[in-house]
């Protein structure tokens, strides 16, 4: 914080005294550790300061989260949260969330960084109850802002371009300004790689020494962003957003085939609107509506011949919540929701399912007692459907609640608690794929319980360290599965999960000396998720696919004057590709390990910074999924003109 006090005196002595101007810096207290909940955060300058290329790349380094990555530049990636699966986490872009009717899952490589001002992510309930209702309908949420527009004034212009291994070549602009009411955010980008890499993996005792084929991709991406504040109390804003991707899928490397030609090309484009009103200092109200269309073709040219599938989803989306302060330190809020998807596909018999979906979300915060902060709310889903061939499902019903609380034990150690409620829906594909999908699925039901604490101190000369440690509890029940049936597979409930583990992370910044200082974070999770559907089932027990016991990752960043330096080190251990853990279904655990080397030039007015990113370092060919070998040894320089 930082304050200016002038005074003046009625002394008549005329002599002018000039006092060297005085700047005051303090760190301000992380998000994570004044929360009920677990949150995790990182700002724009720390995922380039760790080479992350996308979103997905980002949240590798937040504890209790699984990405699961495909391999390439331009590979499928999905996030799962403390073993409870990709479909239970959601996805918001500026405050309006962001869904898939089809699959349930947000690819999260369609997102750049190069727009992205900061990342969040909430396991539970969050403590800010001003927000959409379909916001509490998830286990957790990644939160992705786009950059801000800076003060009136001169026009903001940052251009970026990346070249690295595998033919990588990304460039991309960024535009913005304020004039008096009216900010503009204009972005536009571009990625190409041929993504062909080289790997070795055993196939039993024989070893596998290949190159990757069909890992090509070419995407083009564009936002543009438009706020209108008619008073400092009321803003009105609009984002348009295009994606357009052609891709190779390079697929599994089973019984040493690499042959691979099936191509996937989608487009998706959105645009919201926002209004806000700040009524007074204990109301306020805002509203959304947007209009999301995805376009996806997948074609595949196999000894059987070719194929040929096209999906299209048309998504409109309202939002409404009012949050007040009725009585001082209780605040209230009360939000409304209502999605339509169409779902359409060019696969025989295809239903041409519609589901309309509504939800009701109220929720309130207490802080009236010393210390202590409670959150309560109550969620209420509706869904209906409806098909144009064959029988629809039911519909879903379910209240769902959630709680949570902080308690400042004392000075920078506080502890806190929460449970939530929650279901997961089938999704469109779930119910109506073709031959596969059923329409008498129930939804997923999770229980979740965290308790936690954290620890936060500020030493002199900068200094500063900081632990959260949470432990959970859940449950899943009628966990929806794909098991085969006669020659085809075919969606059930079947499975019950149950779900333990802790999440622990570290934040520690150490001044050496003037202009040189060290910054450490660290997390750890440890996930027990196994199996209890059937006692006289030989998977019974046994921990769930694809997600490891332990798993970690490490950052250190040293600056000094004449450059930054990162280092990052992702550990993940073993796993397994089914339910069924026996040593066939094993999939080893690997570290990988990265630097980067960055520095920022001042010229004028401008700035230029240059990065080099050296990627999986130990040149191993690990595999996130199975039969998916990632890219050994790769390196990505950049440059960044900021004027």
């Not at 331009?74 to 986490?89: E, F, N, P, S, Y």
């Not at 969330?97 to 490589?109: A, I, N, Y």
């Not at 632990?467 to 085809?488: C, E, N, Q, S």
Request: net charge positive.
């Amino acid at each position: 914080m930082a304050s200016t006090v002038m005074a003046q005196t009625n002394d008549k002595d005329t002599t002018a005294h000039v006092i060297d101007d005085v700047t005051v810096t303090g760190r301000r207290i992380a998000g994570s550790i004044l929360s009920s909940v677990p949150v995790q955060s990182l700002s724009h300058e720390q995922m380039t300061a760790m080479g992350a290329s996308d979103i997905g790349d980002a949240l590798k380094h937040f504890a209790g989260v699984q990405v699961r990555d495909y391999g390439g530049i331009g590979g499928l990636k999905t996030v799962d949260i403390r073993g409870l699966g990709a479909q239970h986490t959601g996805v918001s872009y500026d405050g309006v969330q962001v869904g898939d009717c089809q699959s349930g899952q947000v690819d999260l490589s369609r997102f750049t960084l190069d727009n992205v001002s900061t990342l969040y992510l909430t396991i539970g309930q969050s403590d800010d109850i001003y927000q959409c209702a379909k916001s509490y309908a998830c286990a957790g949420l990644v939160e992705i802002s786009s950059v801000k527009t800076p003060v009136v004034g001169s026009p903001f212009f940052s251009t970026n371009i990346k070249s690295g291994s595998f033919g990588l070549i990304e460039p991309s602009l960024l535009y913005a300004q304020t004039f008096h009411r009216l900010s503009v955010n204009a972005f536009a980008g571009y990625q190409h790689a041929d993504g062909n890499y080289r790997f070795k993996m055993w196939n039993g005792s024989h070893l596998i020494d290949e190159k990757r084929s069909n890992s090509d991709v070419d995407t083009w991406r564009s936002e543009l962003n438009l706020t209108y504040r008619f008073s400092p109390r009321q803003t009105f804003s609009w984002k348009i957003y295009g994606y357009d991707s052609s891709r190779g899928l390079p697929g599994s490397v089973v019984y040493d085939n690499t042959y691979a030609v099936e191509r996937l090309s989608s487009r998706n484009v959105f645009s919201q609107l926002r209004y806000e009103n700040i009524l007074s200092d204990r109301i306020k109200f805002k509203a959304a509506a947007k209009w999301n269309y995805s376009w996806d073709r997948d074609r595949d040219h196999q000894a059987g011949g070719t194929t040929e599938d096209i999906y299209r989803q048309n998504e409109t989306y309202l939002t409404a919540t009012l949050w007040s302060e009725p009585v001082k330190d209780l605040h209230v809020s009360f939000a409304q929701d209502f999605a339509h998807n169409y779902l359409s596909m060019t696969l025989p018999s295809c239903p041409y399912p519609t589901r309309n979906s509504l939800w009701t979300a109220l929720a309130a915060n207490y802080t009236g007692i010393k210390n202590i902060a409670f959150n309560a709310s109550l969620l209420g889903t509706h869904i209906h459907e409806s098909v144009k061939e064959g029988e629809p499902s039911k519909g879903f019903n379910r209240l769902s609640p959630a709680f949570s609380m902080q308690w400042k034990i004392m000075e920078g150690v506080r502890l806190r608690a929460g449970y939530k409620d929650i279901f997961r829906t089938p999704t469109l594909n779930d119910l109506y794929y073709t031959s596969v999908g059923r329409r008498s699925l129930k939804p997923e039901k999770t229980r979740q319980w965290n308790i936690g604490a954290t620890v936060s101190h500020d030493f002199r000369h900068s200094n500063y360290i900081a632990f959260t440690v949470d432990g959970y509890y859940g449950r899943i029940d009628d966990k929806i599965v794909a098991v085969p049936r006669m020659f085809l597979w075919q969606m059930k409930n079947i499975d019950k999960v149950l779900l333990y583990g802790i999440d622990a992370t570290t934040t520690m910044g150490i001044a050496l000396a003037k202009q040189w200082d060290v910054g450490l974070t660290a997390t750890y999770s440890y996930t027990h998720a196994t199996n209890r559907t059937d006692r006289s089932d030989v998977n019974y027990g046994d921990q769930i696919a694809y997600t490891p016991r332990n798993a970690g990752n490490v950052s250190a960043t040293i600056r000094t004057p004449l450059t930054d330096i990162t280092y990052n080190v992702l550990l993940t251990g073993i796993r397994y590709m089914l339910d069924y853990n026996i040593p066939k279904n094993r999939i080893s655990g690997f570290a990988d390990h990265s630097v980067s080397v960055y520095r920022t030039f001042t010229l004028g007015k401008s700035s230029l910074r240059t990065q080099l990113d050296i990627q999986n370092i130990g040149n191993k060919n690990y595999e996130v999924v199975r039969f998916y070998p990632m890219a050994g040894t790769n390196v990505k320089f950049s440059i960044n003109i900021q004027w």
